[in-house]
């Protein structure tokens, strides 16, 4: 299949239109699950599916599946391409929304070439996979492997007080469809890195061979608001002051530990919040990541321990709410050393990688072989409007994933 291409000045103008859909009054891209703009994204990607002849499913979480089969075939577990189309808050244009239109690219490009694979080919554009709007993040695919109810999932309440079922049915895509419907015989994700490795190295593709483990919590911390200028400083109660400690410490930890422990927190708040007023309590999230899940275990009781020695410490009381507990994933092999293979034949340089953002793969692989592929990020900026992949790479990536999957739906 090395002598078939995709159609790159298609996937690239699709990736612009669609970059250029859920714009608000400051030419941010907003793309949360569920809403206006959402439903934008969702019309346009379901009108490509269809213009390429592909049959249309959306189940009742929304998620959104085209599925190229053939009388040959369509008794067979299909091989699964996809990612998402929900974006973040200021984001660019790739993350997601790549592995989704490469995928539709791929049965396009297998189509017009006459190919007759033995298993369907099906693209699917997952819902809420940011998590912004809806927690958890990554819910569609969550809720189609079986990991989350989806009457549970249906009645989450956003951080605007809608309810995520409700938002569906307005926009249109809370489907009839059970998410256990399809079946995956395999399943591959093409994404862009988001990290700055293949760019540094000069690789143009990333075999991803694991995905790190995530632990979430919110801890609060309760000590005494007391005056700023008044309070010796051996007499507080400061909550802030305890927050800090505990920030600190997990940065000092991660950065000294020979390991590929990551930790950060990413929300903090302070009550009363005012200047002159030492905060009686503090808010914060503590983002936990390895690739391994007994140092990600250990790396939780080690919290759970210092916490405890901080609130003696400093005389507050500290309570911890879990928000989030996925494991690490393997990936199947064989598809791994598909996608090295691949890239042997393209005469591209490969990396087995480890990914340290979640993604959909990671709960599609609890139940079918799984994969996914990386291309590089300049400078390893995601999540930002700055997030960009020069097109060489993009079509490279897409025709990985082409022969990729040429090969796994010939079996």
């Not at 159609?7 to 030419?27: H, K, V």
């Not at 390991?259 to 999230?285: D, L, Q, Y």
């Not at 490969?350 to 139940?367: C, L, P, V």
């Amino acid at each position: 299949m090395t002598t078939l291409s995709i159609n790159a000045e298609r996937l690239l103008g699709r990736l612009c239109d669609l970059g250029q859909i859920g714009r608000d009054g400051d030419g941010r891209l907003v793309r949360l699950a569920g809403s206006d703009s959402d439903k934008a994204g969702r019309d346009a990607v379901v009108a490509w599916i269809r213009s390429a002849g592909v049959e249309v499913t959306v189940d009742r979480i929304g998620n959104i599946f085209g599925i190229w089969r053939t009388a040959d075939n369509a008794d067979e577990a299909p091989i699964l391409l996809g990612s998402h189309i929900d974006t973040v808050i200021d984001a660019g244009i790739y993350d997601g929304c790549y592995g989704v239109l490469s995928g539709l690219e791929v049965i396009e490009t297998l189509k017009a070439a006459g190919y007759a694979p033995a298993r369907p080919v099906a693209v699917a554009a997952f819902t809420n996979e940011e998590g912004v709007r809806y927690a958890p993040d990554m819910m569609g695919s969550l809720v189609y492997a079986g990991g989350l109810p989806v009457e549970e999932a249906l009645a989450t309440v956003g951080t605007d007080g809608a309810v995520l079922g409700a938002e569906l049915e307005r926009i249109g895509y809370a489907g009839s469809e059970e998410p256990s419907l399809i079946r995956p015989h395999a399943y591959v994700e093409l994404h862009i890195e988001q990290g700055p490795v293949l760019e540094r190295e000069g690789v143009p593709i990333g075999a991803v061979e694991n995905l790190q483990g995530i632990s979430w919590q919110r801890i609060t911390i309760k000590g005494e608001a007391n005056h700023a200028g008044t309070t010796p400083m051996s007499m507080r109660r400061d909550a802030g002051h305890a927050a800090a400690r505990v920030v600190t410490f997990l940065r000092d930890r991660a950065r000294n530990a020979n390991t590929p422990t990551v930790a950060t927190v990413g929300c903090m708040s302070f009550e009363p919040n005012a200047i002159n007023v030492i905060p009686s309590r503090a808010t914060f999230t503590v983002d936990l990541r390895d690739p391994d899940e007994q140092r990600l275990q250990t790396e939780e009781a080690v919290l759970a321990a210092y916490l405890e020695e901080l609130a003696a410490a400093e005389e507050v009381t500290i309570s911890v709410e879990r928000l989030a507990r996925f494991e690490p994933v393997t990936f199947d092999r064989g598809i791994v050393e598909l996608v090295e293979e691949a890239s042997r034949k393209r005469g591209l340089a490969s990396k087995r990688m480890t990914s340290g953002a979640g993604h959909d793969a990671q709960m599609i692989a609890r139940i079918a072989p799984s994969a996914m592929i990386f291309v590089p990020s300049l400078d390893g900026i995601s999540h930002n409007p700055r997030e960009h992949t020069p097109d060489a790479d993009l079509v490279a990536g897409a025709n990985i994933l082409l022969d990729v999957t040429a090969t796994l739906a010939a079996r």
